[in-house]
Every structure is written in structure tokens, then in C-alpha cells.
């Protein structure tokens, strides 16, 4: 029995010529690269909020070492009314933290005007009486003030004012 041979020409094309199904079409090569488009895109934003999220705050340069520029890469410079330490930052009394600044703290304002105002209050009260009535002080001892500063937290705490 005898078996039909190919010519070697035919078999040498046959395994060097791509069949022409192997590469996508046009369309097909569009969207496969705008699949691969989106695709690093989303990783790309991914990664940079993960980079965002993950990224440790620089700890506060401590306020006892002069600031030099050479630090900025490592450290924050110490805001103004605060004191830092070991990379944290404690703001002066009467401020407050805010974010990375030390900010005057509104209800110490608040109550130091109220308090002005109450003590402007029985001032002036005391020297009316002084001038209408003959009676009164012209002049307050500080041990008064205090005194007047004692029933100011009073009613302060119970909600007088």
C-alpha cells in the first residue's frame, strides 16, 4: 500500500505561514486595547489612593531644636502658640489643636468677655451707687474680684449666666 507523501515545499509553508485567524482584527485589537487601557487605569488610581490612605503623617520637629530646612523631608516645623516633643504637639494654654496649627480656643474667649462684661457690670453699678447715693466703693479690692470671679464660675456651672 502506498501512502501519499506531501511535497516537502507545501509542508515547510504550511508550518512557517500563520494561519490567518491568529492575529484579531482591527475592531477586536481596539477593544482589546482599550481593555488593557481601563484596566491600568484602574490600578493605576488604586494604587494612588492606597499611596494616600497608607501615608503616615510627619511627626512635629521638636520645639527645644532650631528648625533647619535640611529637617523639612523628616519632620513639620512646630506651629506657632504649640510646643512639640517627640514628633507630637501640645498647644499653649488657651488654644487649641486644629488640624496642624494651634488655634485660640473660642470659649476661653467667650467666657473671658463674659467675664469682663460681669465684672464691668458691678463696677459700674458699685460707682453709680458711689455717685447717686453717697454709698458704695469708688475703688474694688482685688480680694472683691475674686470673690466676683467665685460666683461667676457659680453660675456658670449651673447655668445662671
Known sequence: MRTLALPCSSSRSFLMEPSPDIFPSKGEFLRLAAVVAIAASVAMACNYVVFVLNRQPKPFCDSNVEFDNSFSDFCEPCPSNGECYEGKLECARGYRKHGKLCVEDG????????????????????????LCNGTGTVWTQEDELWNNLDDFKLMKNYGLD
Do not use: F, N
Request: with cysteine; hydrophobic share 40%.
Open 107 to 130: 470659649d476661653i474667649d467667650e467666657t473671658a468677655k463674659k467675664l469682663l462684661k460681669s465684672i464691668e457690670i458691678r463696677l459700674c453699678e458699685a460707682y453709680a451707687q458711689y
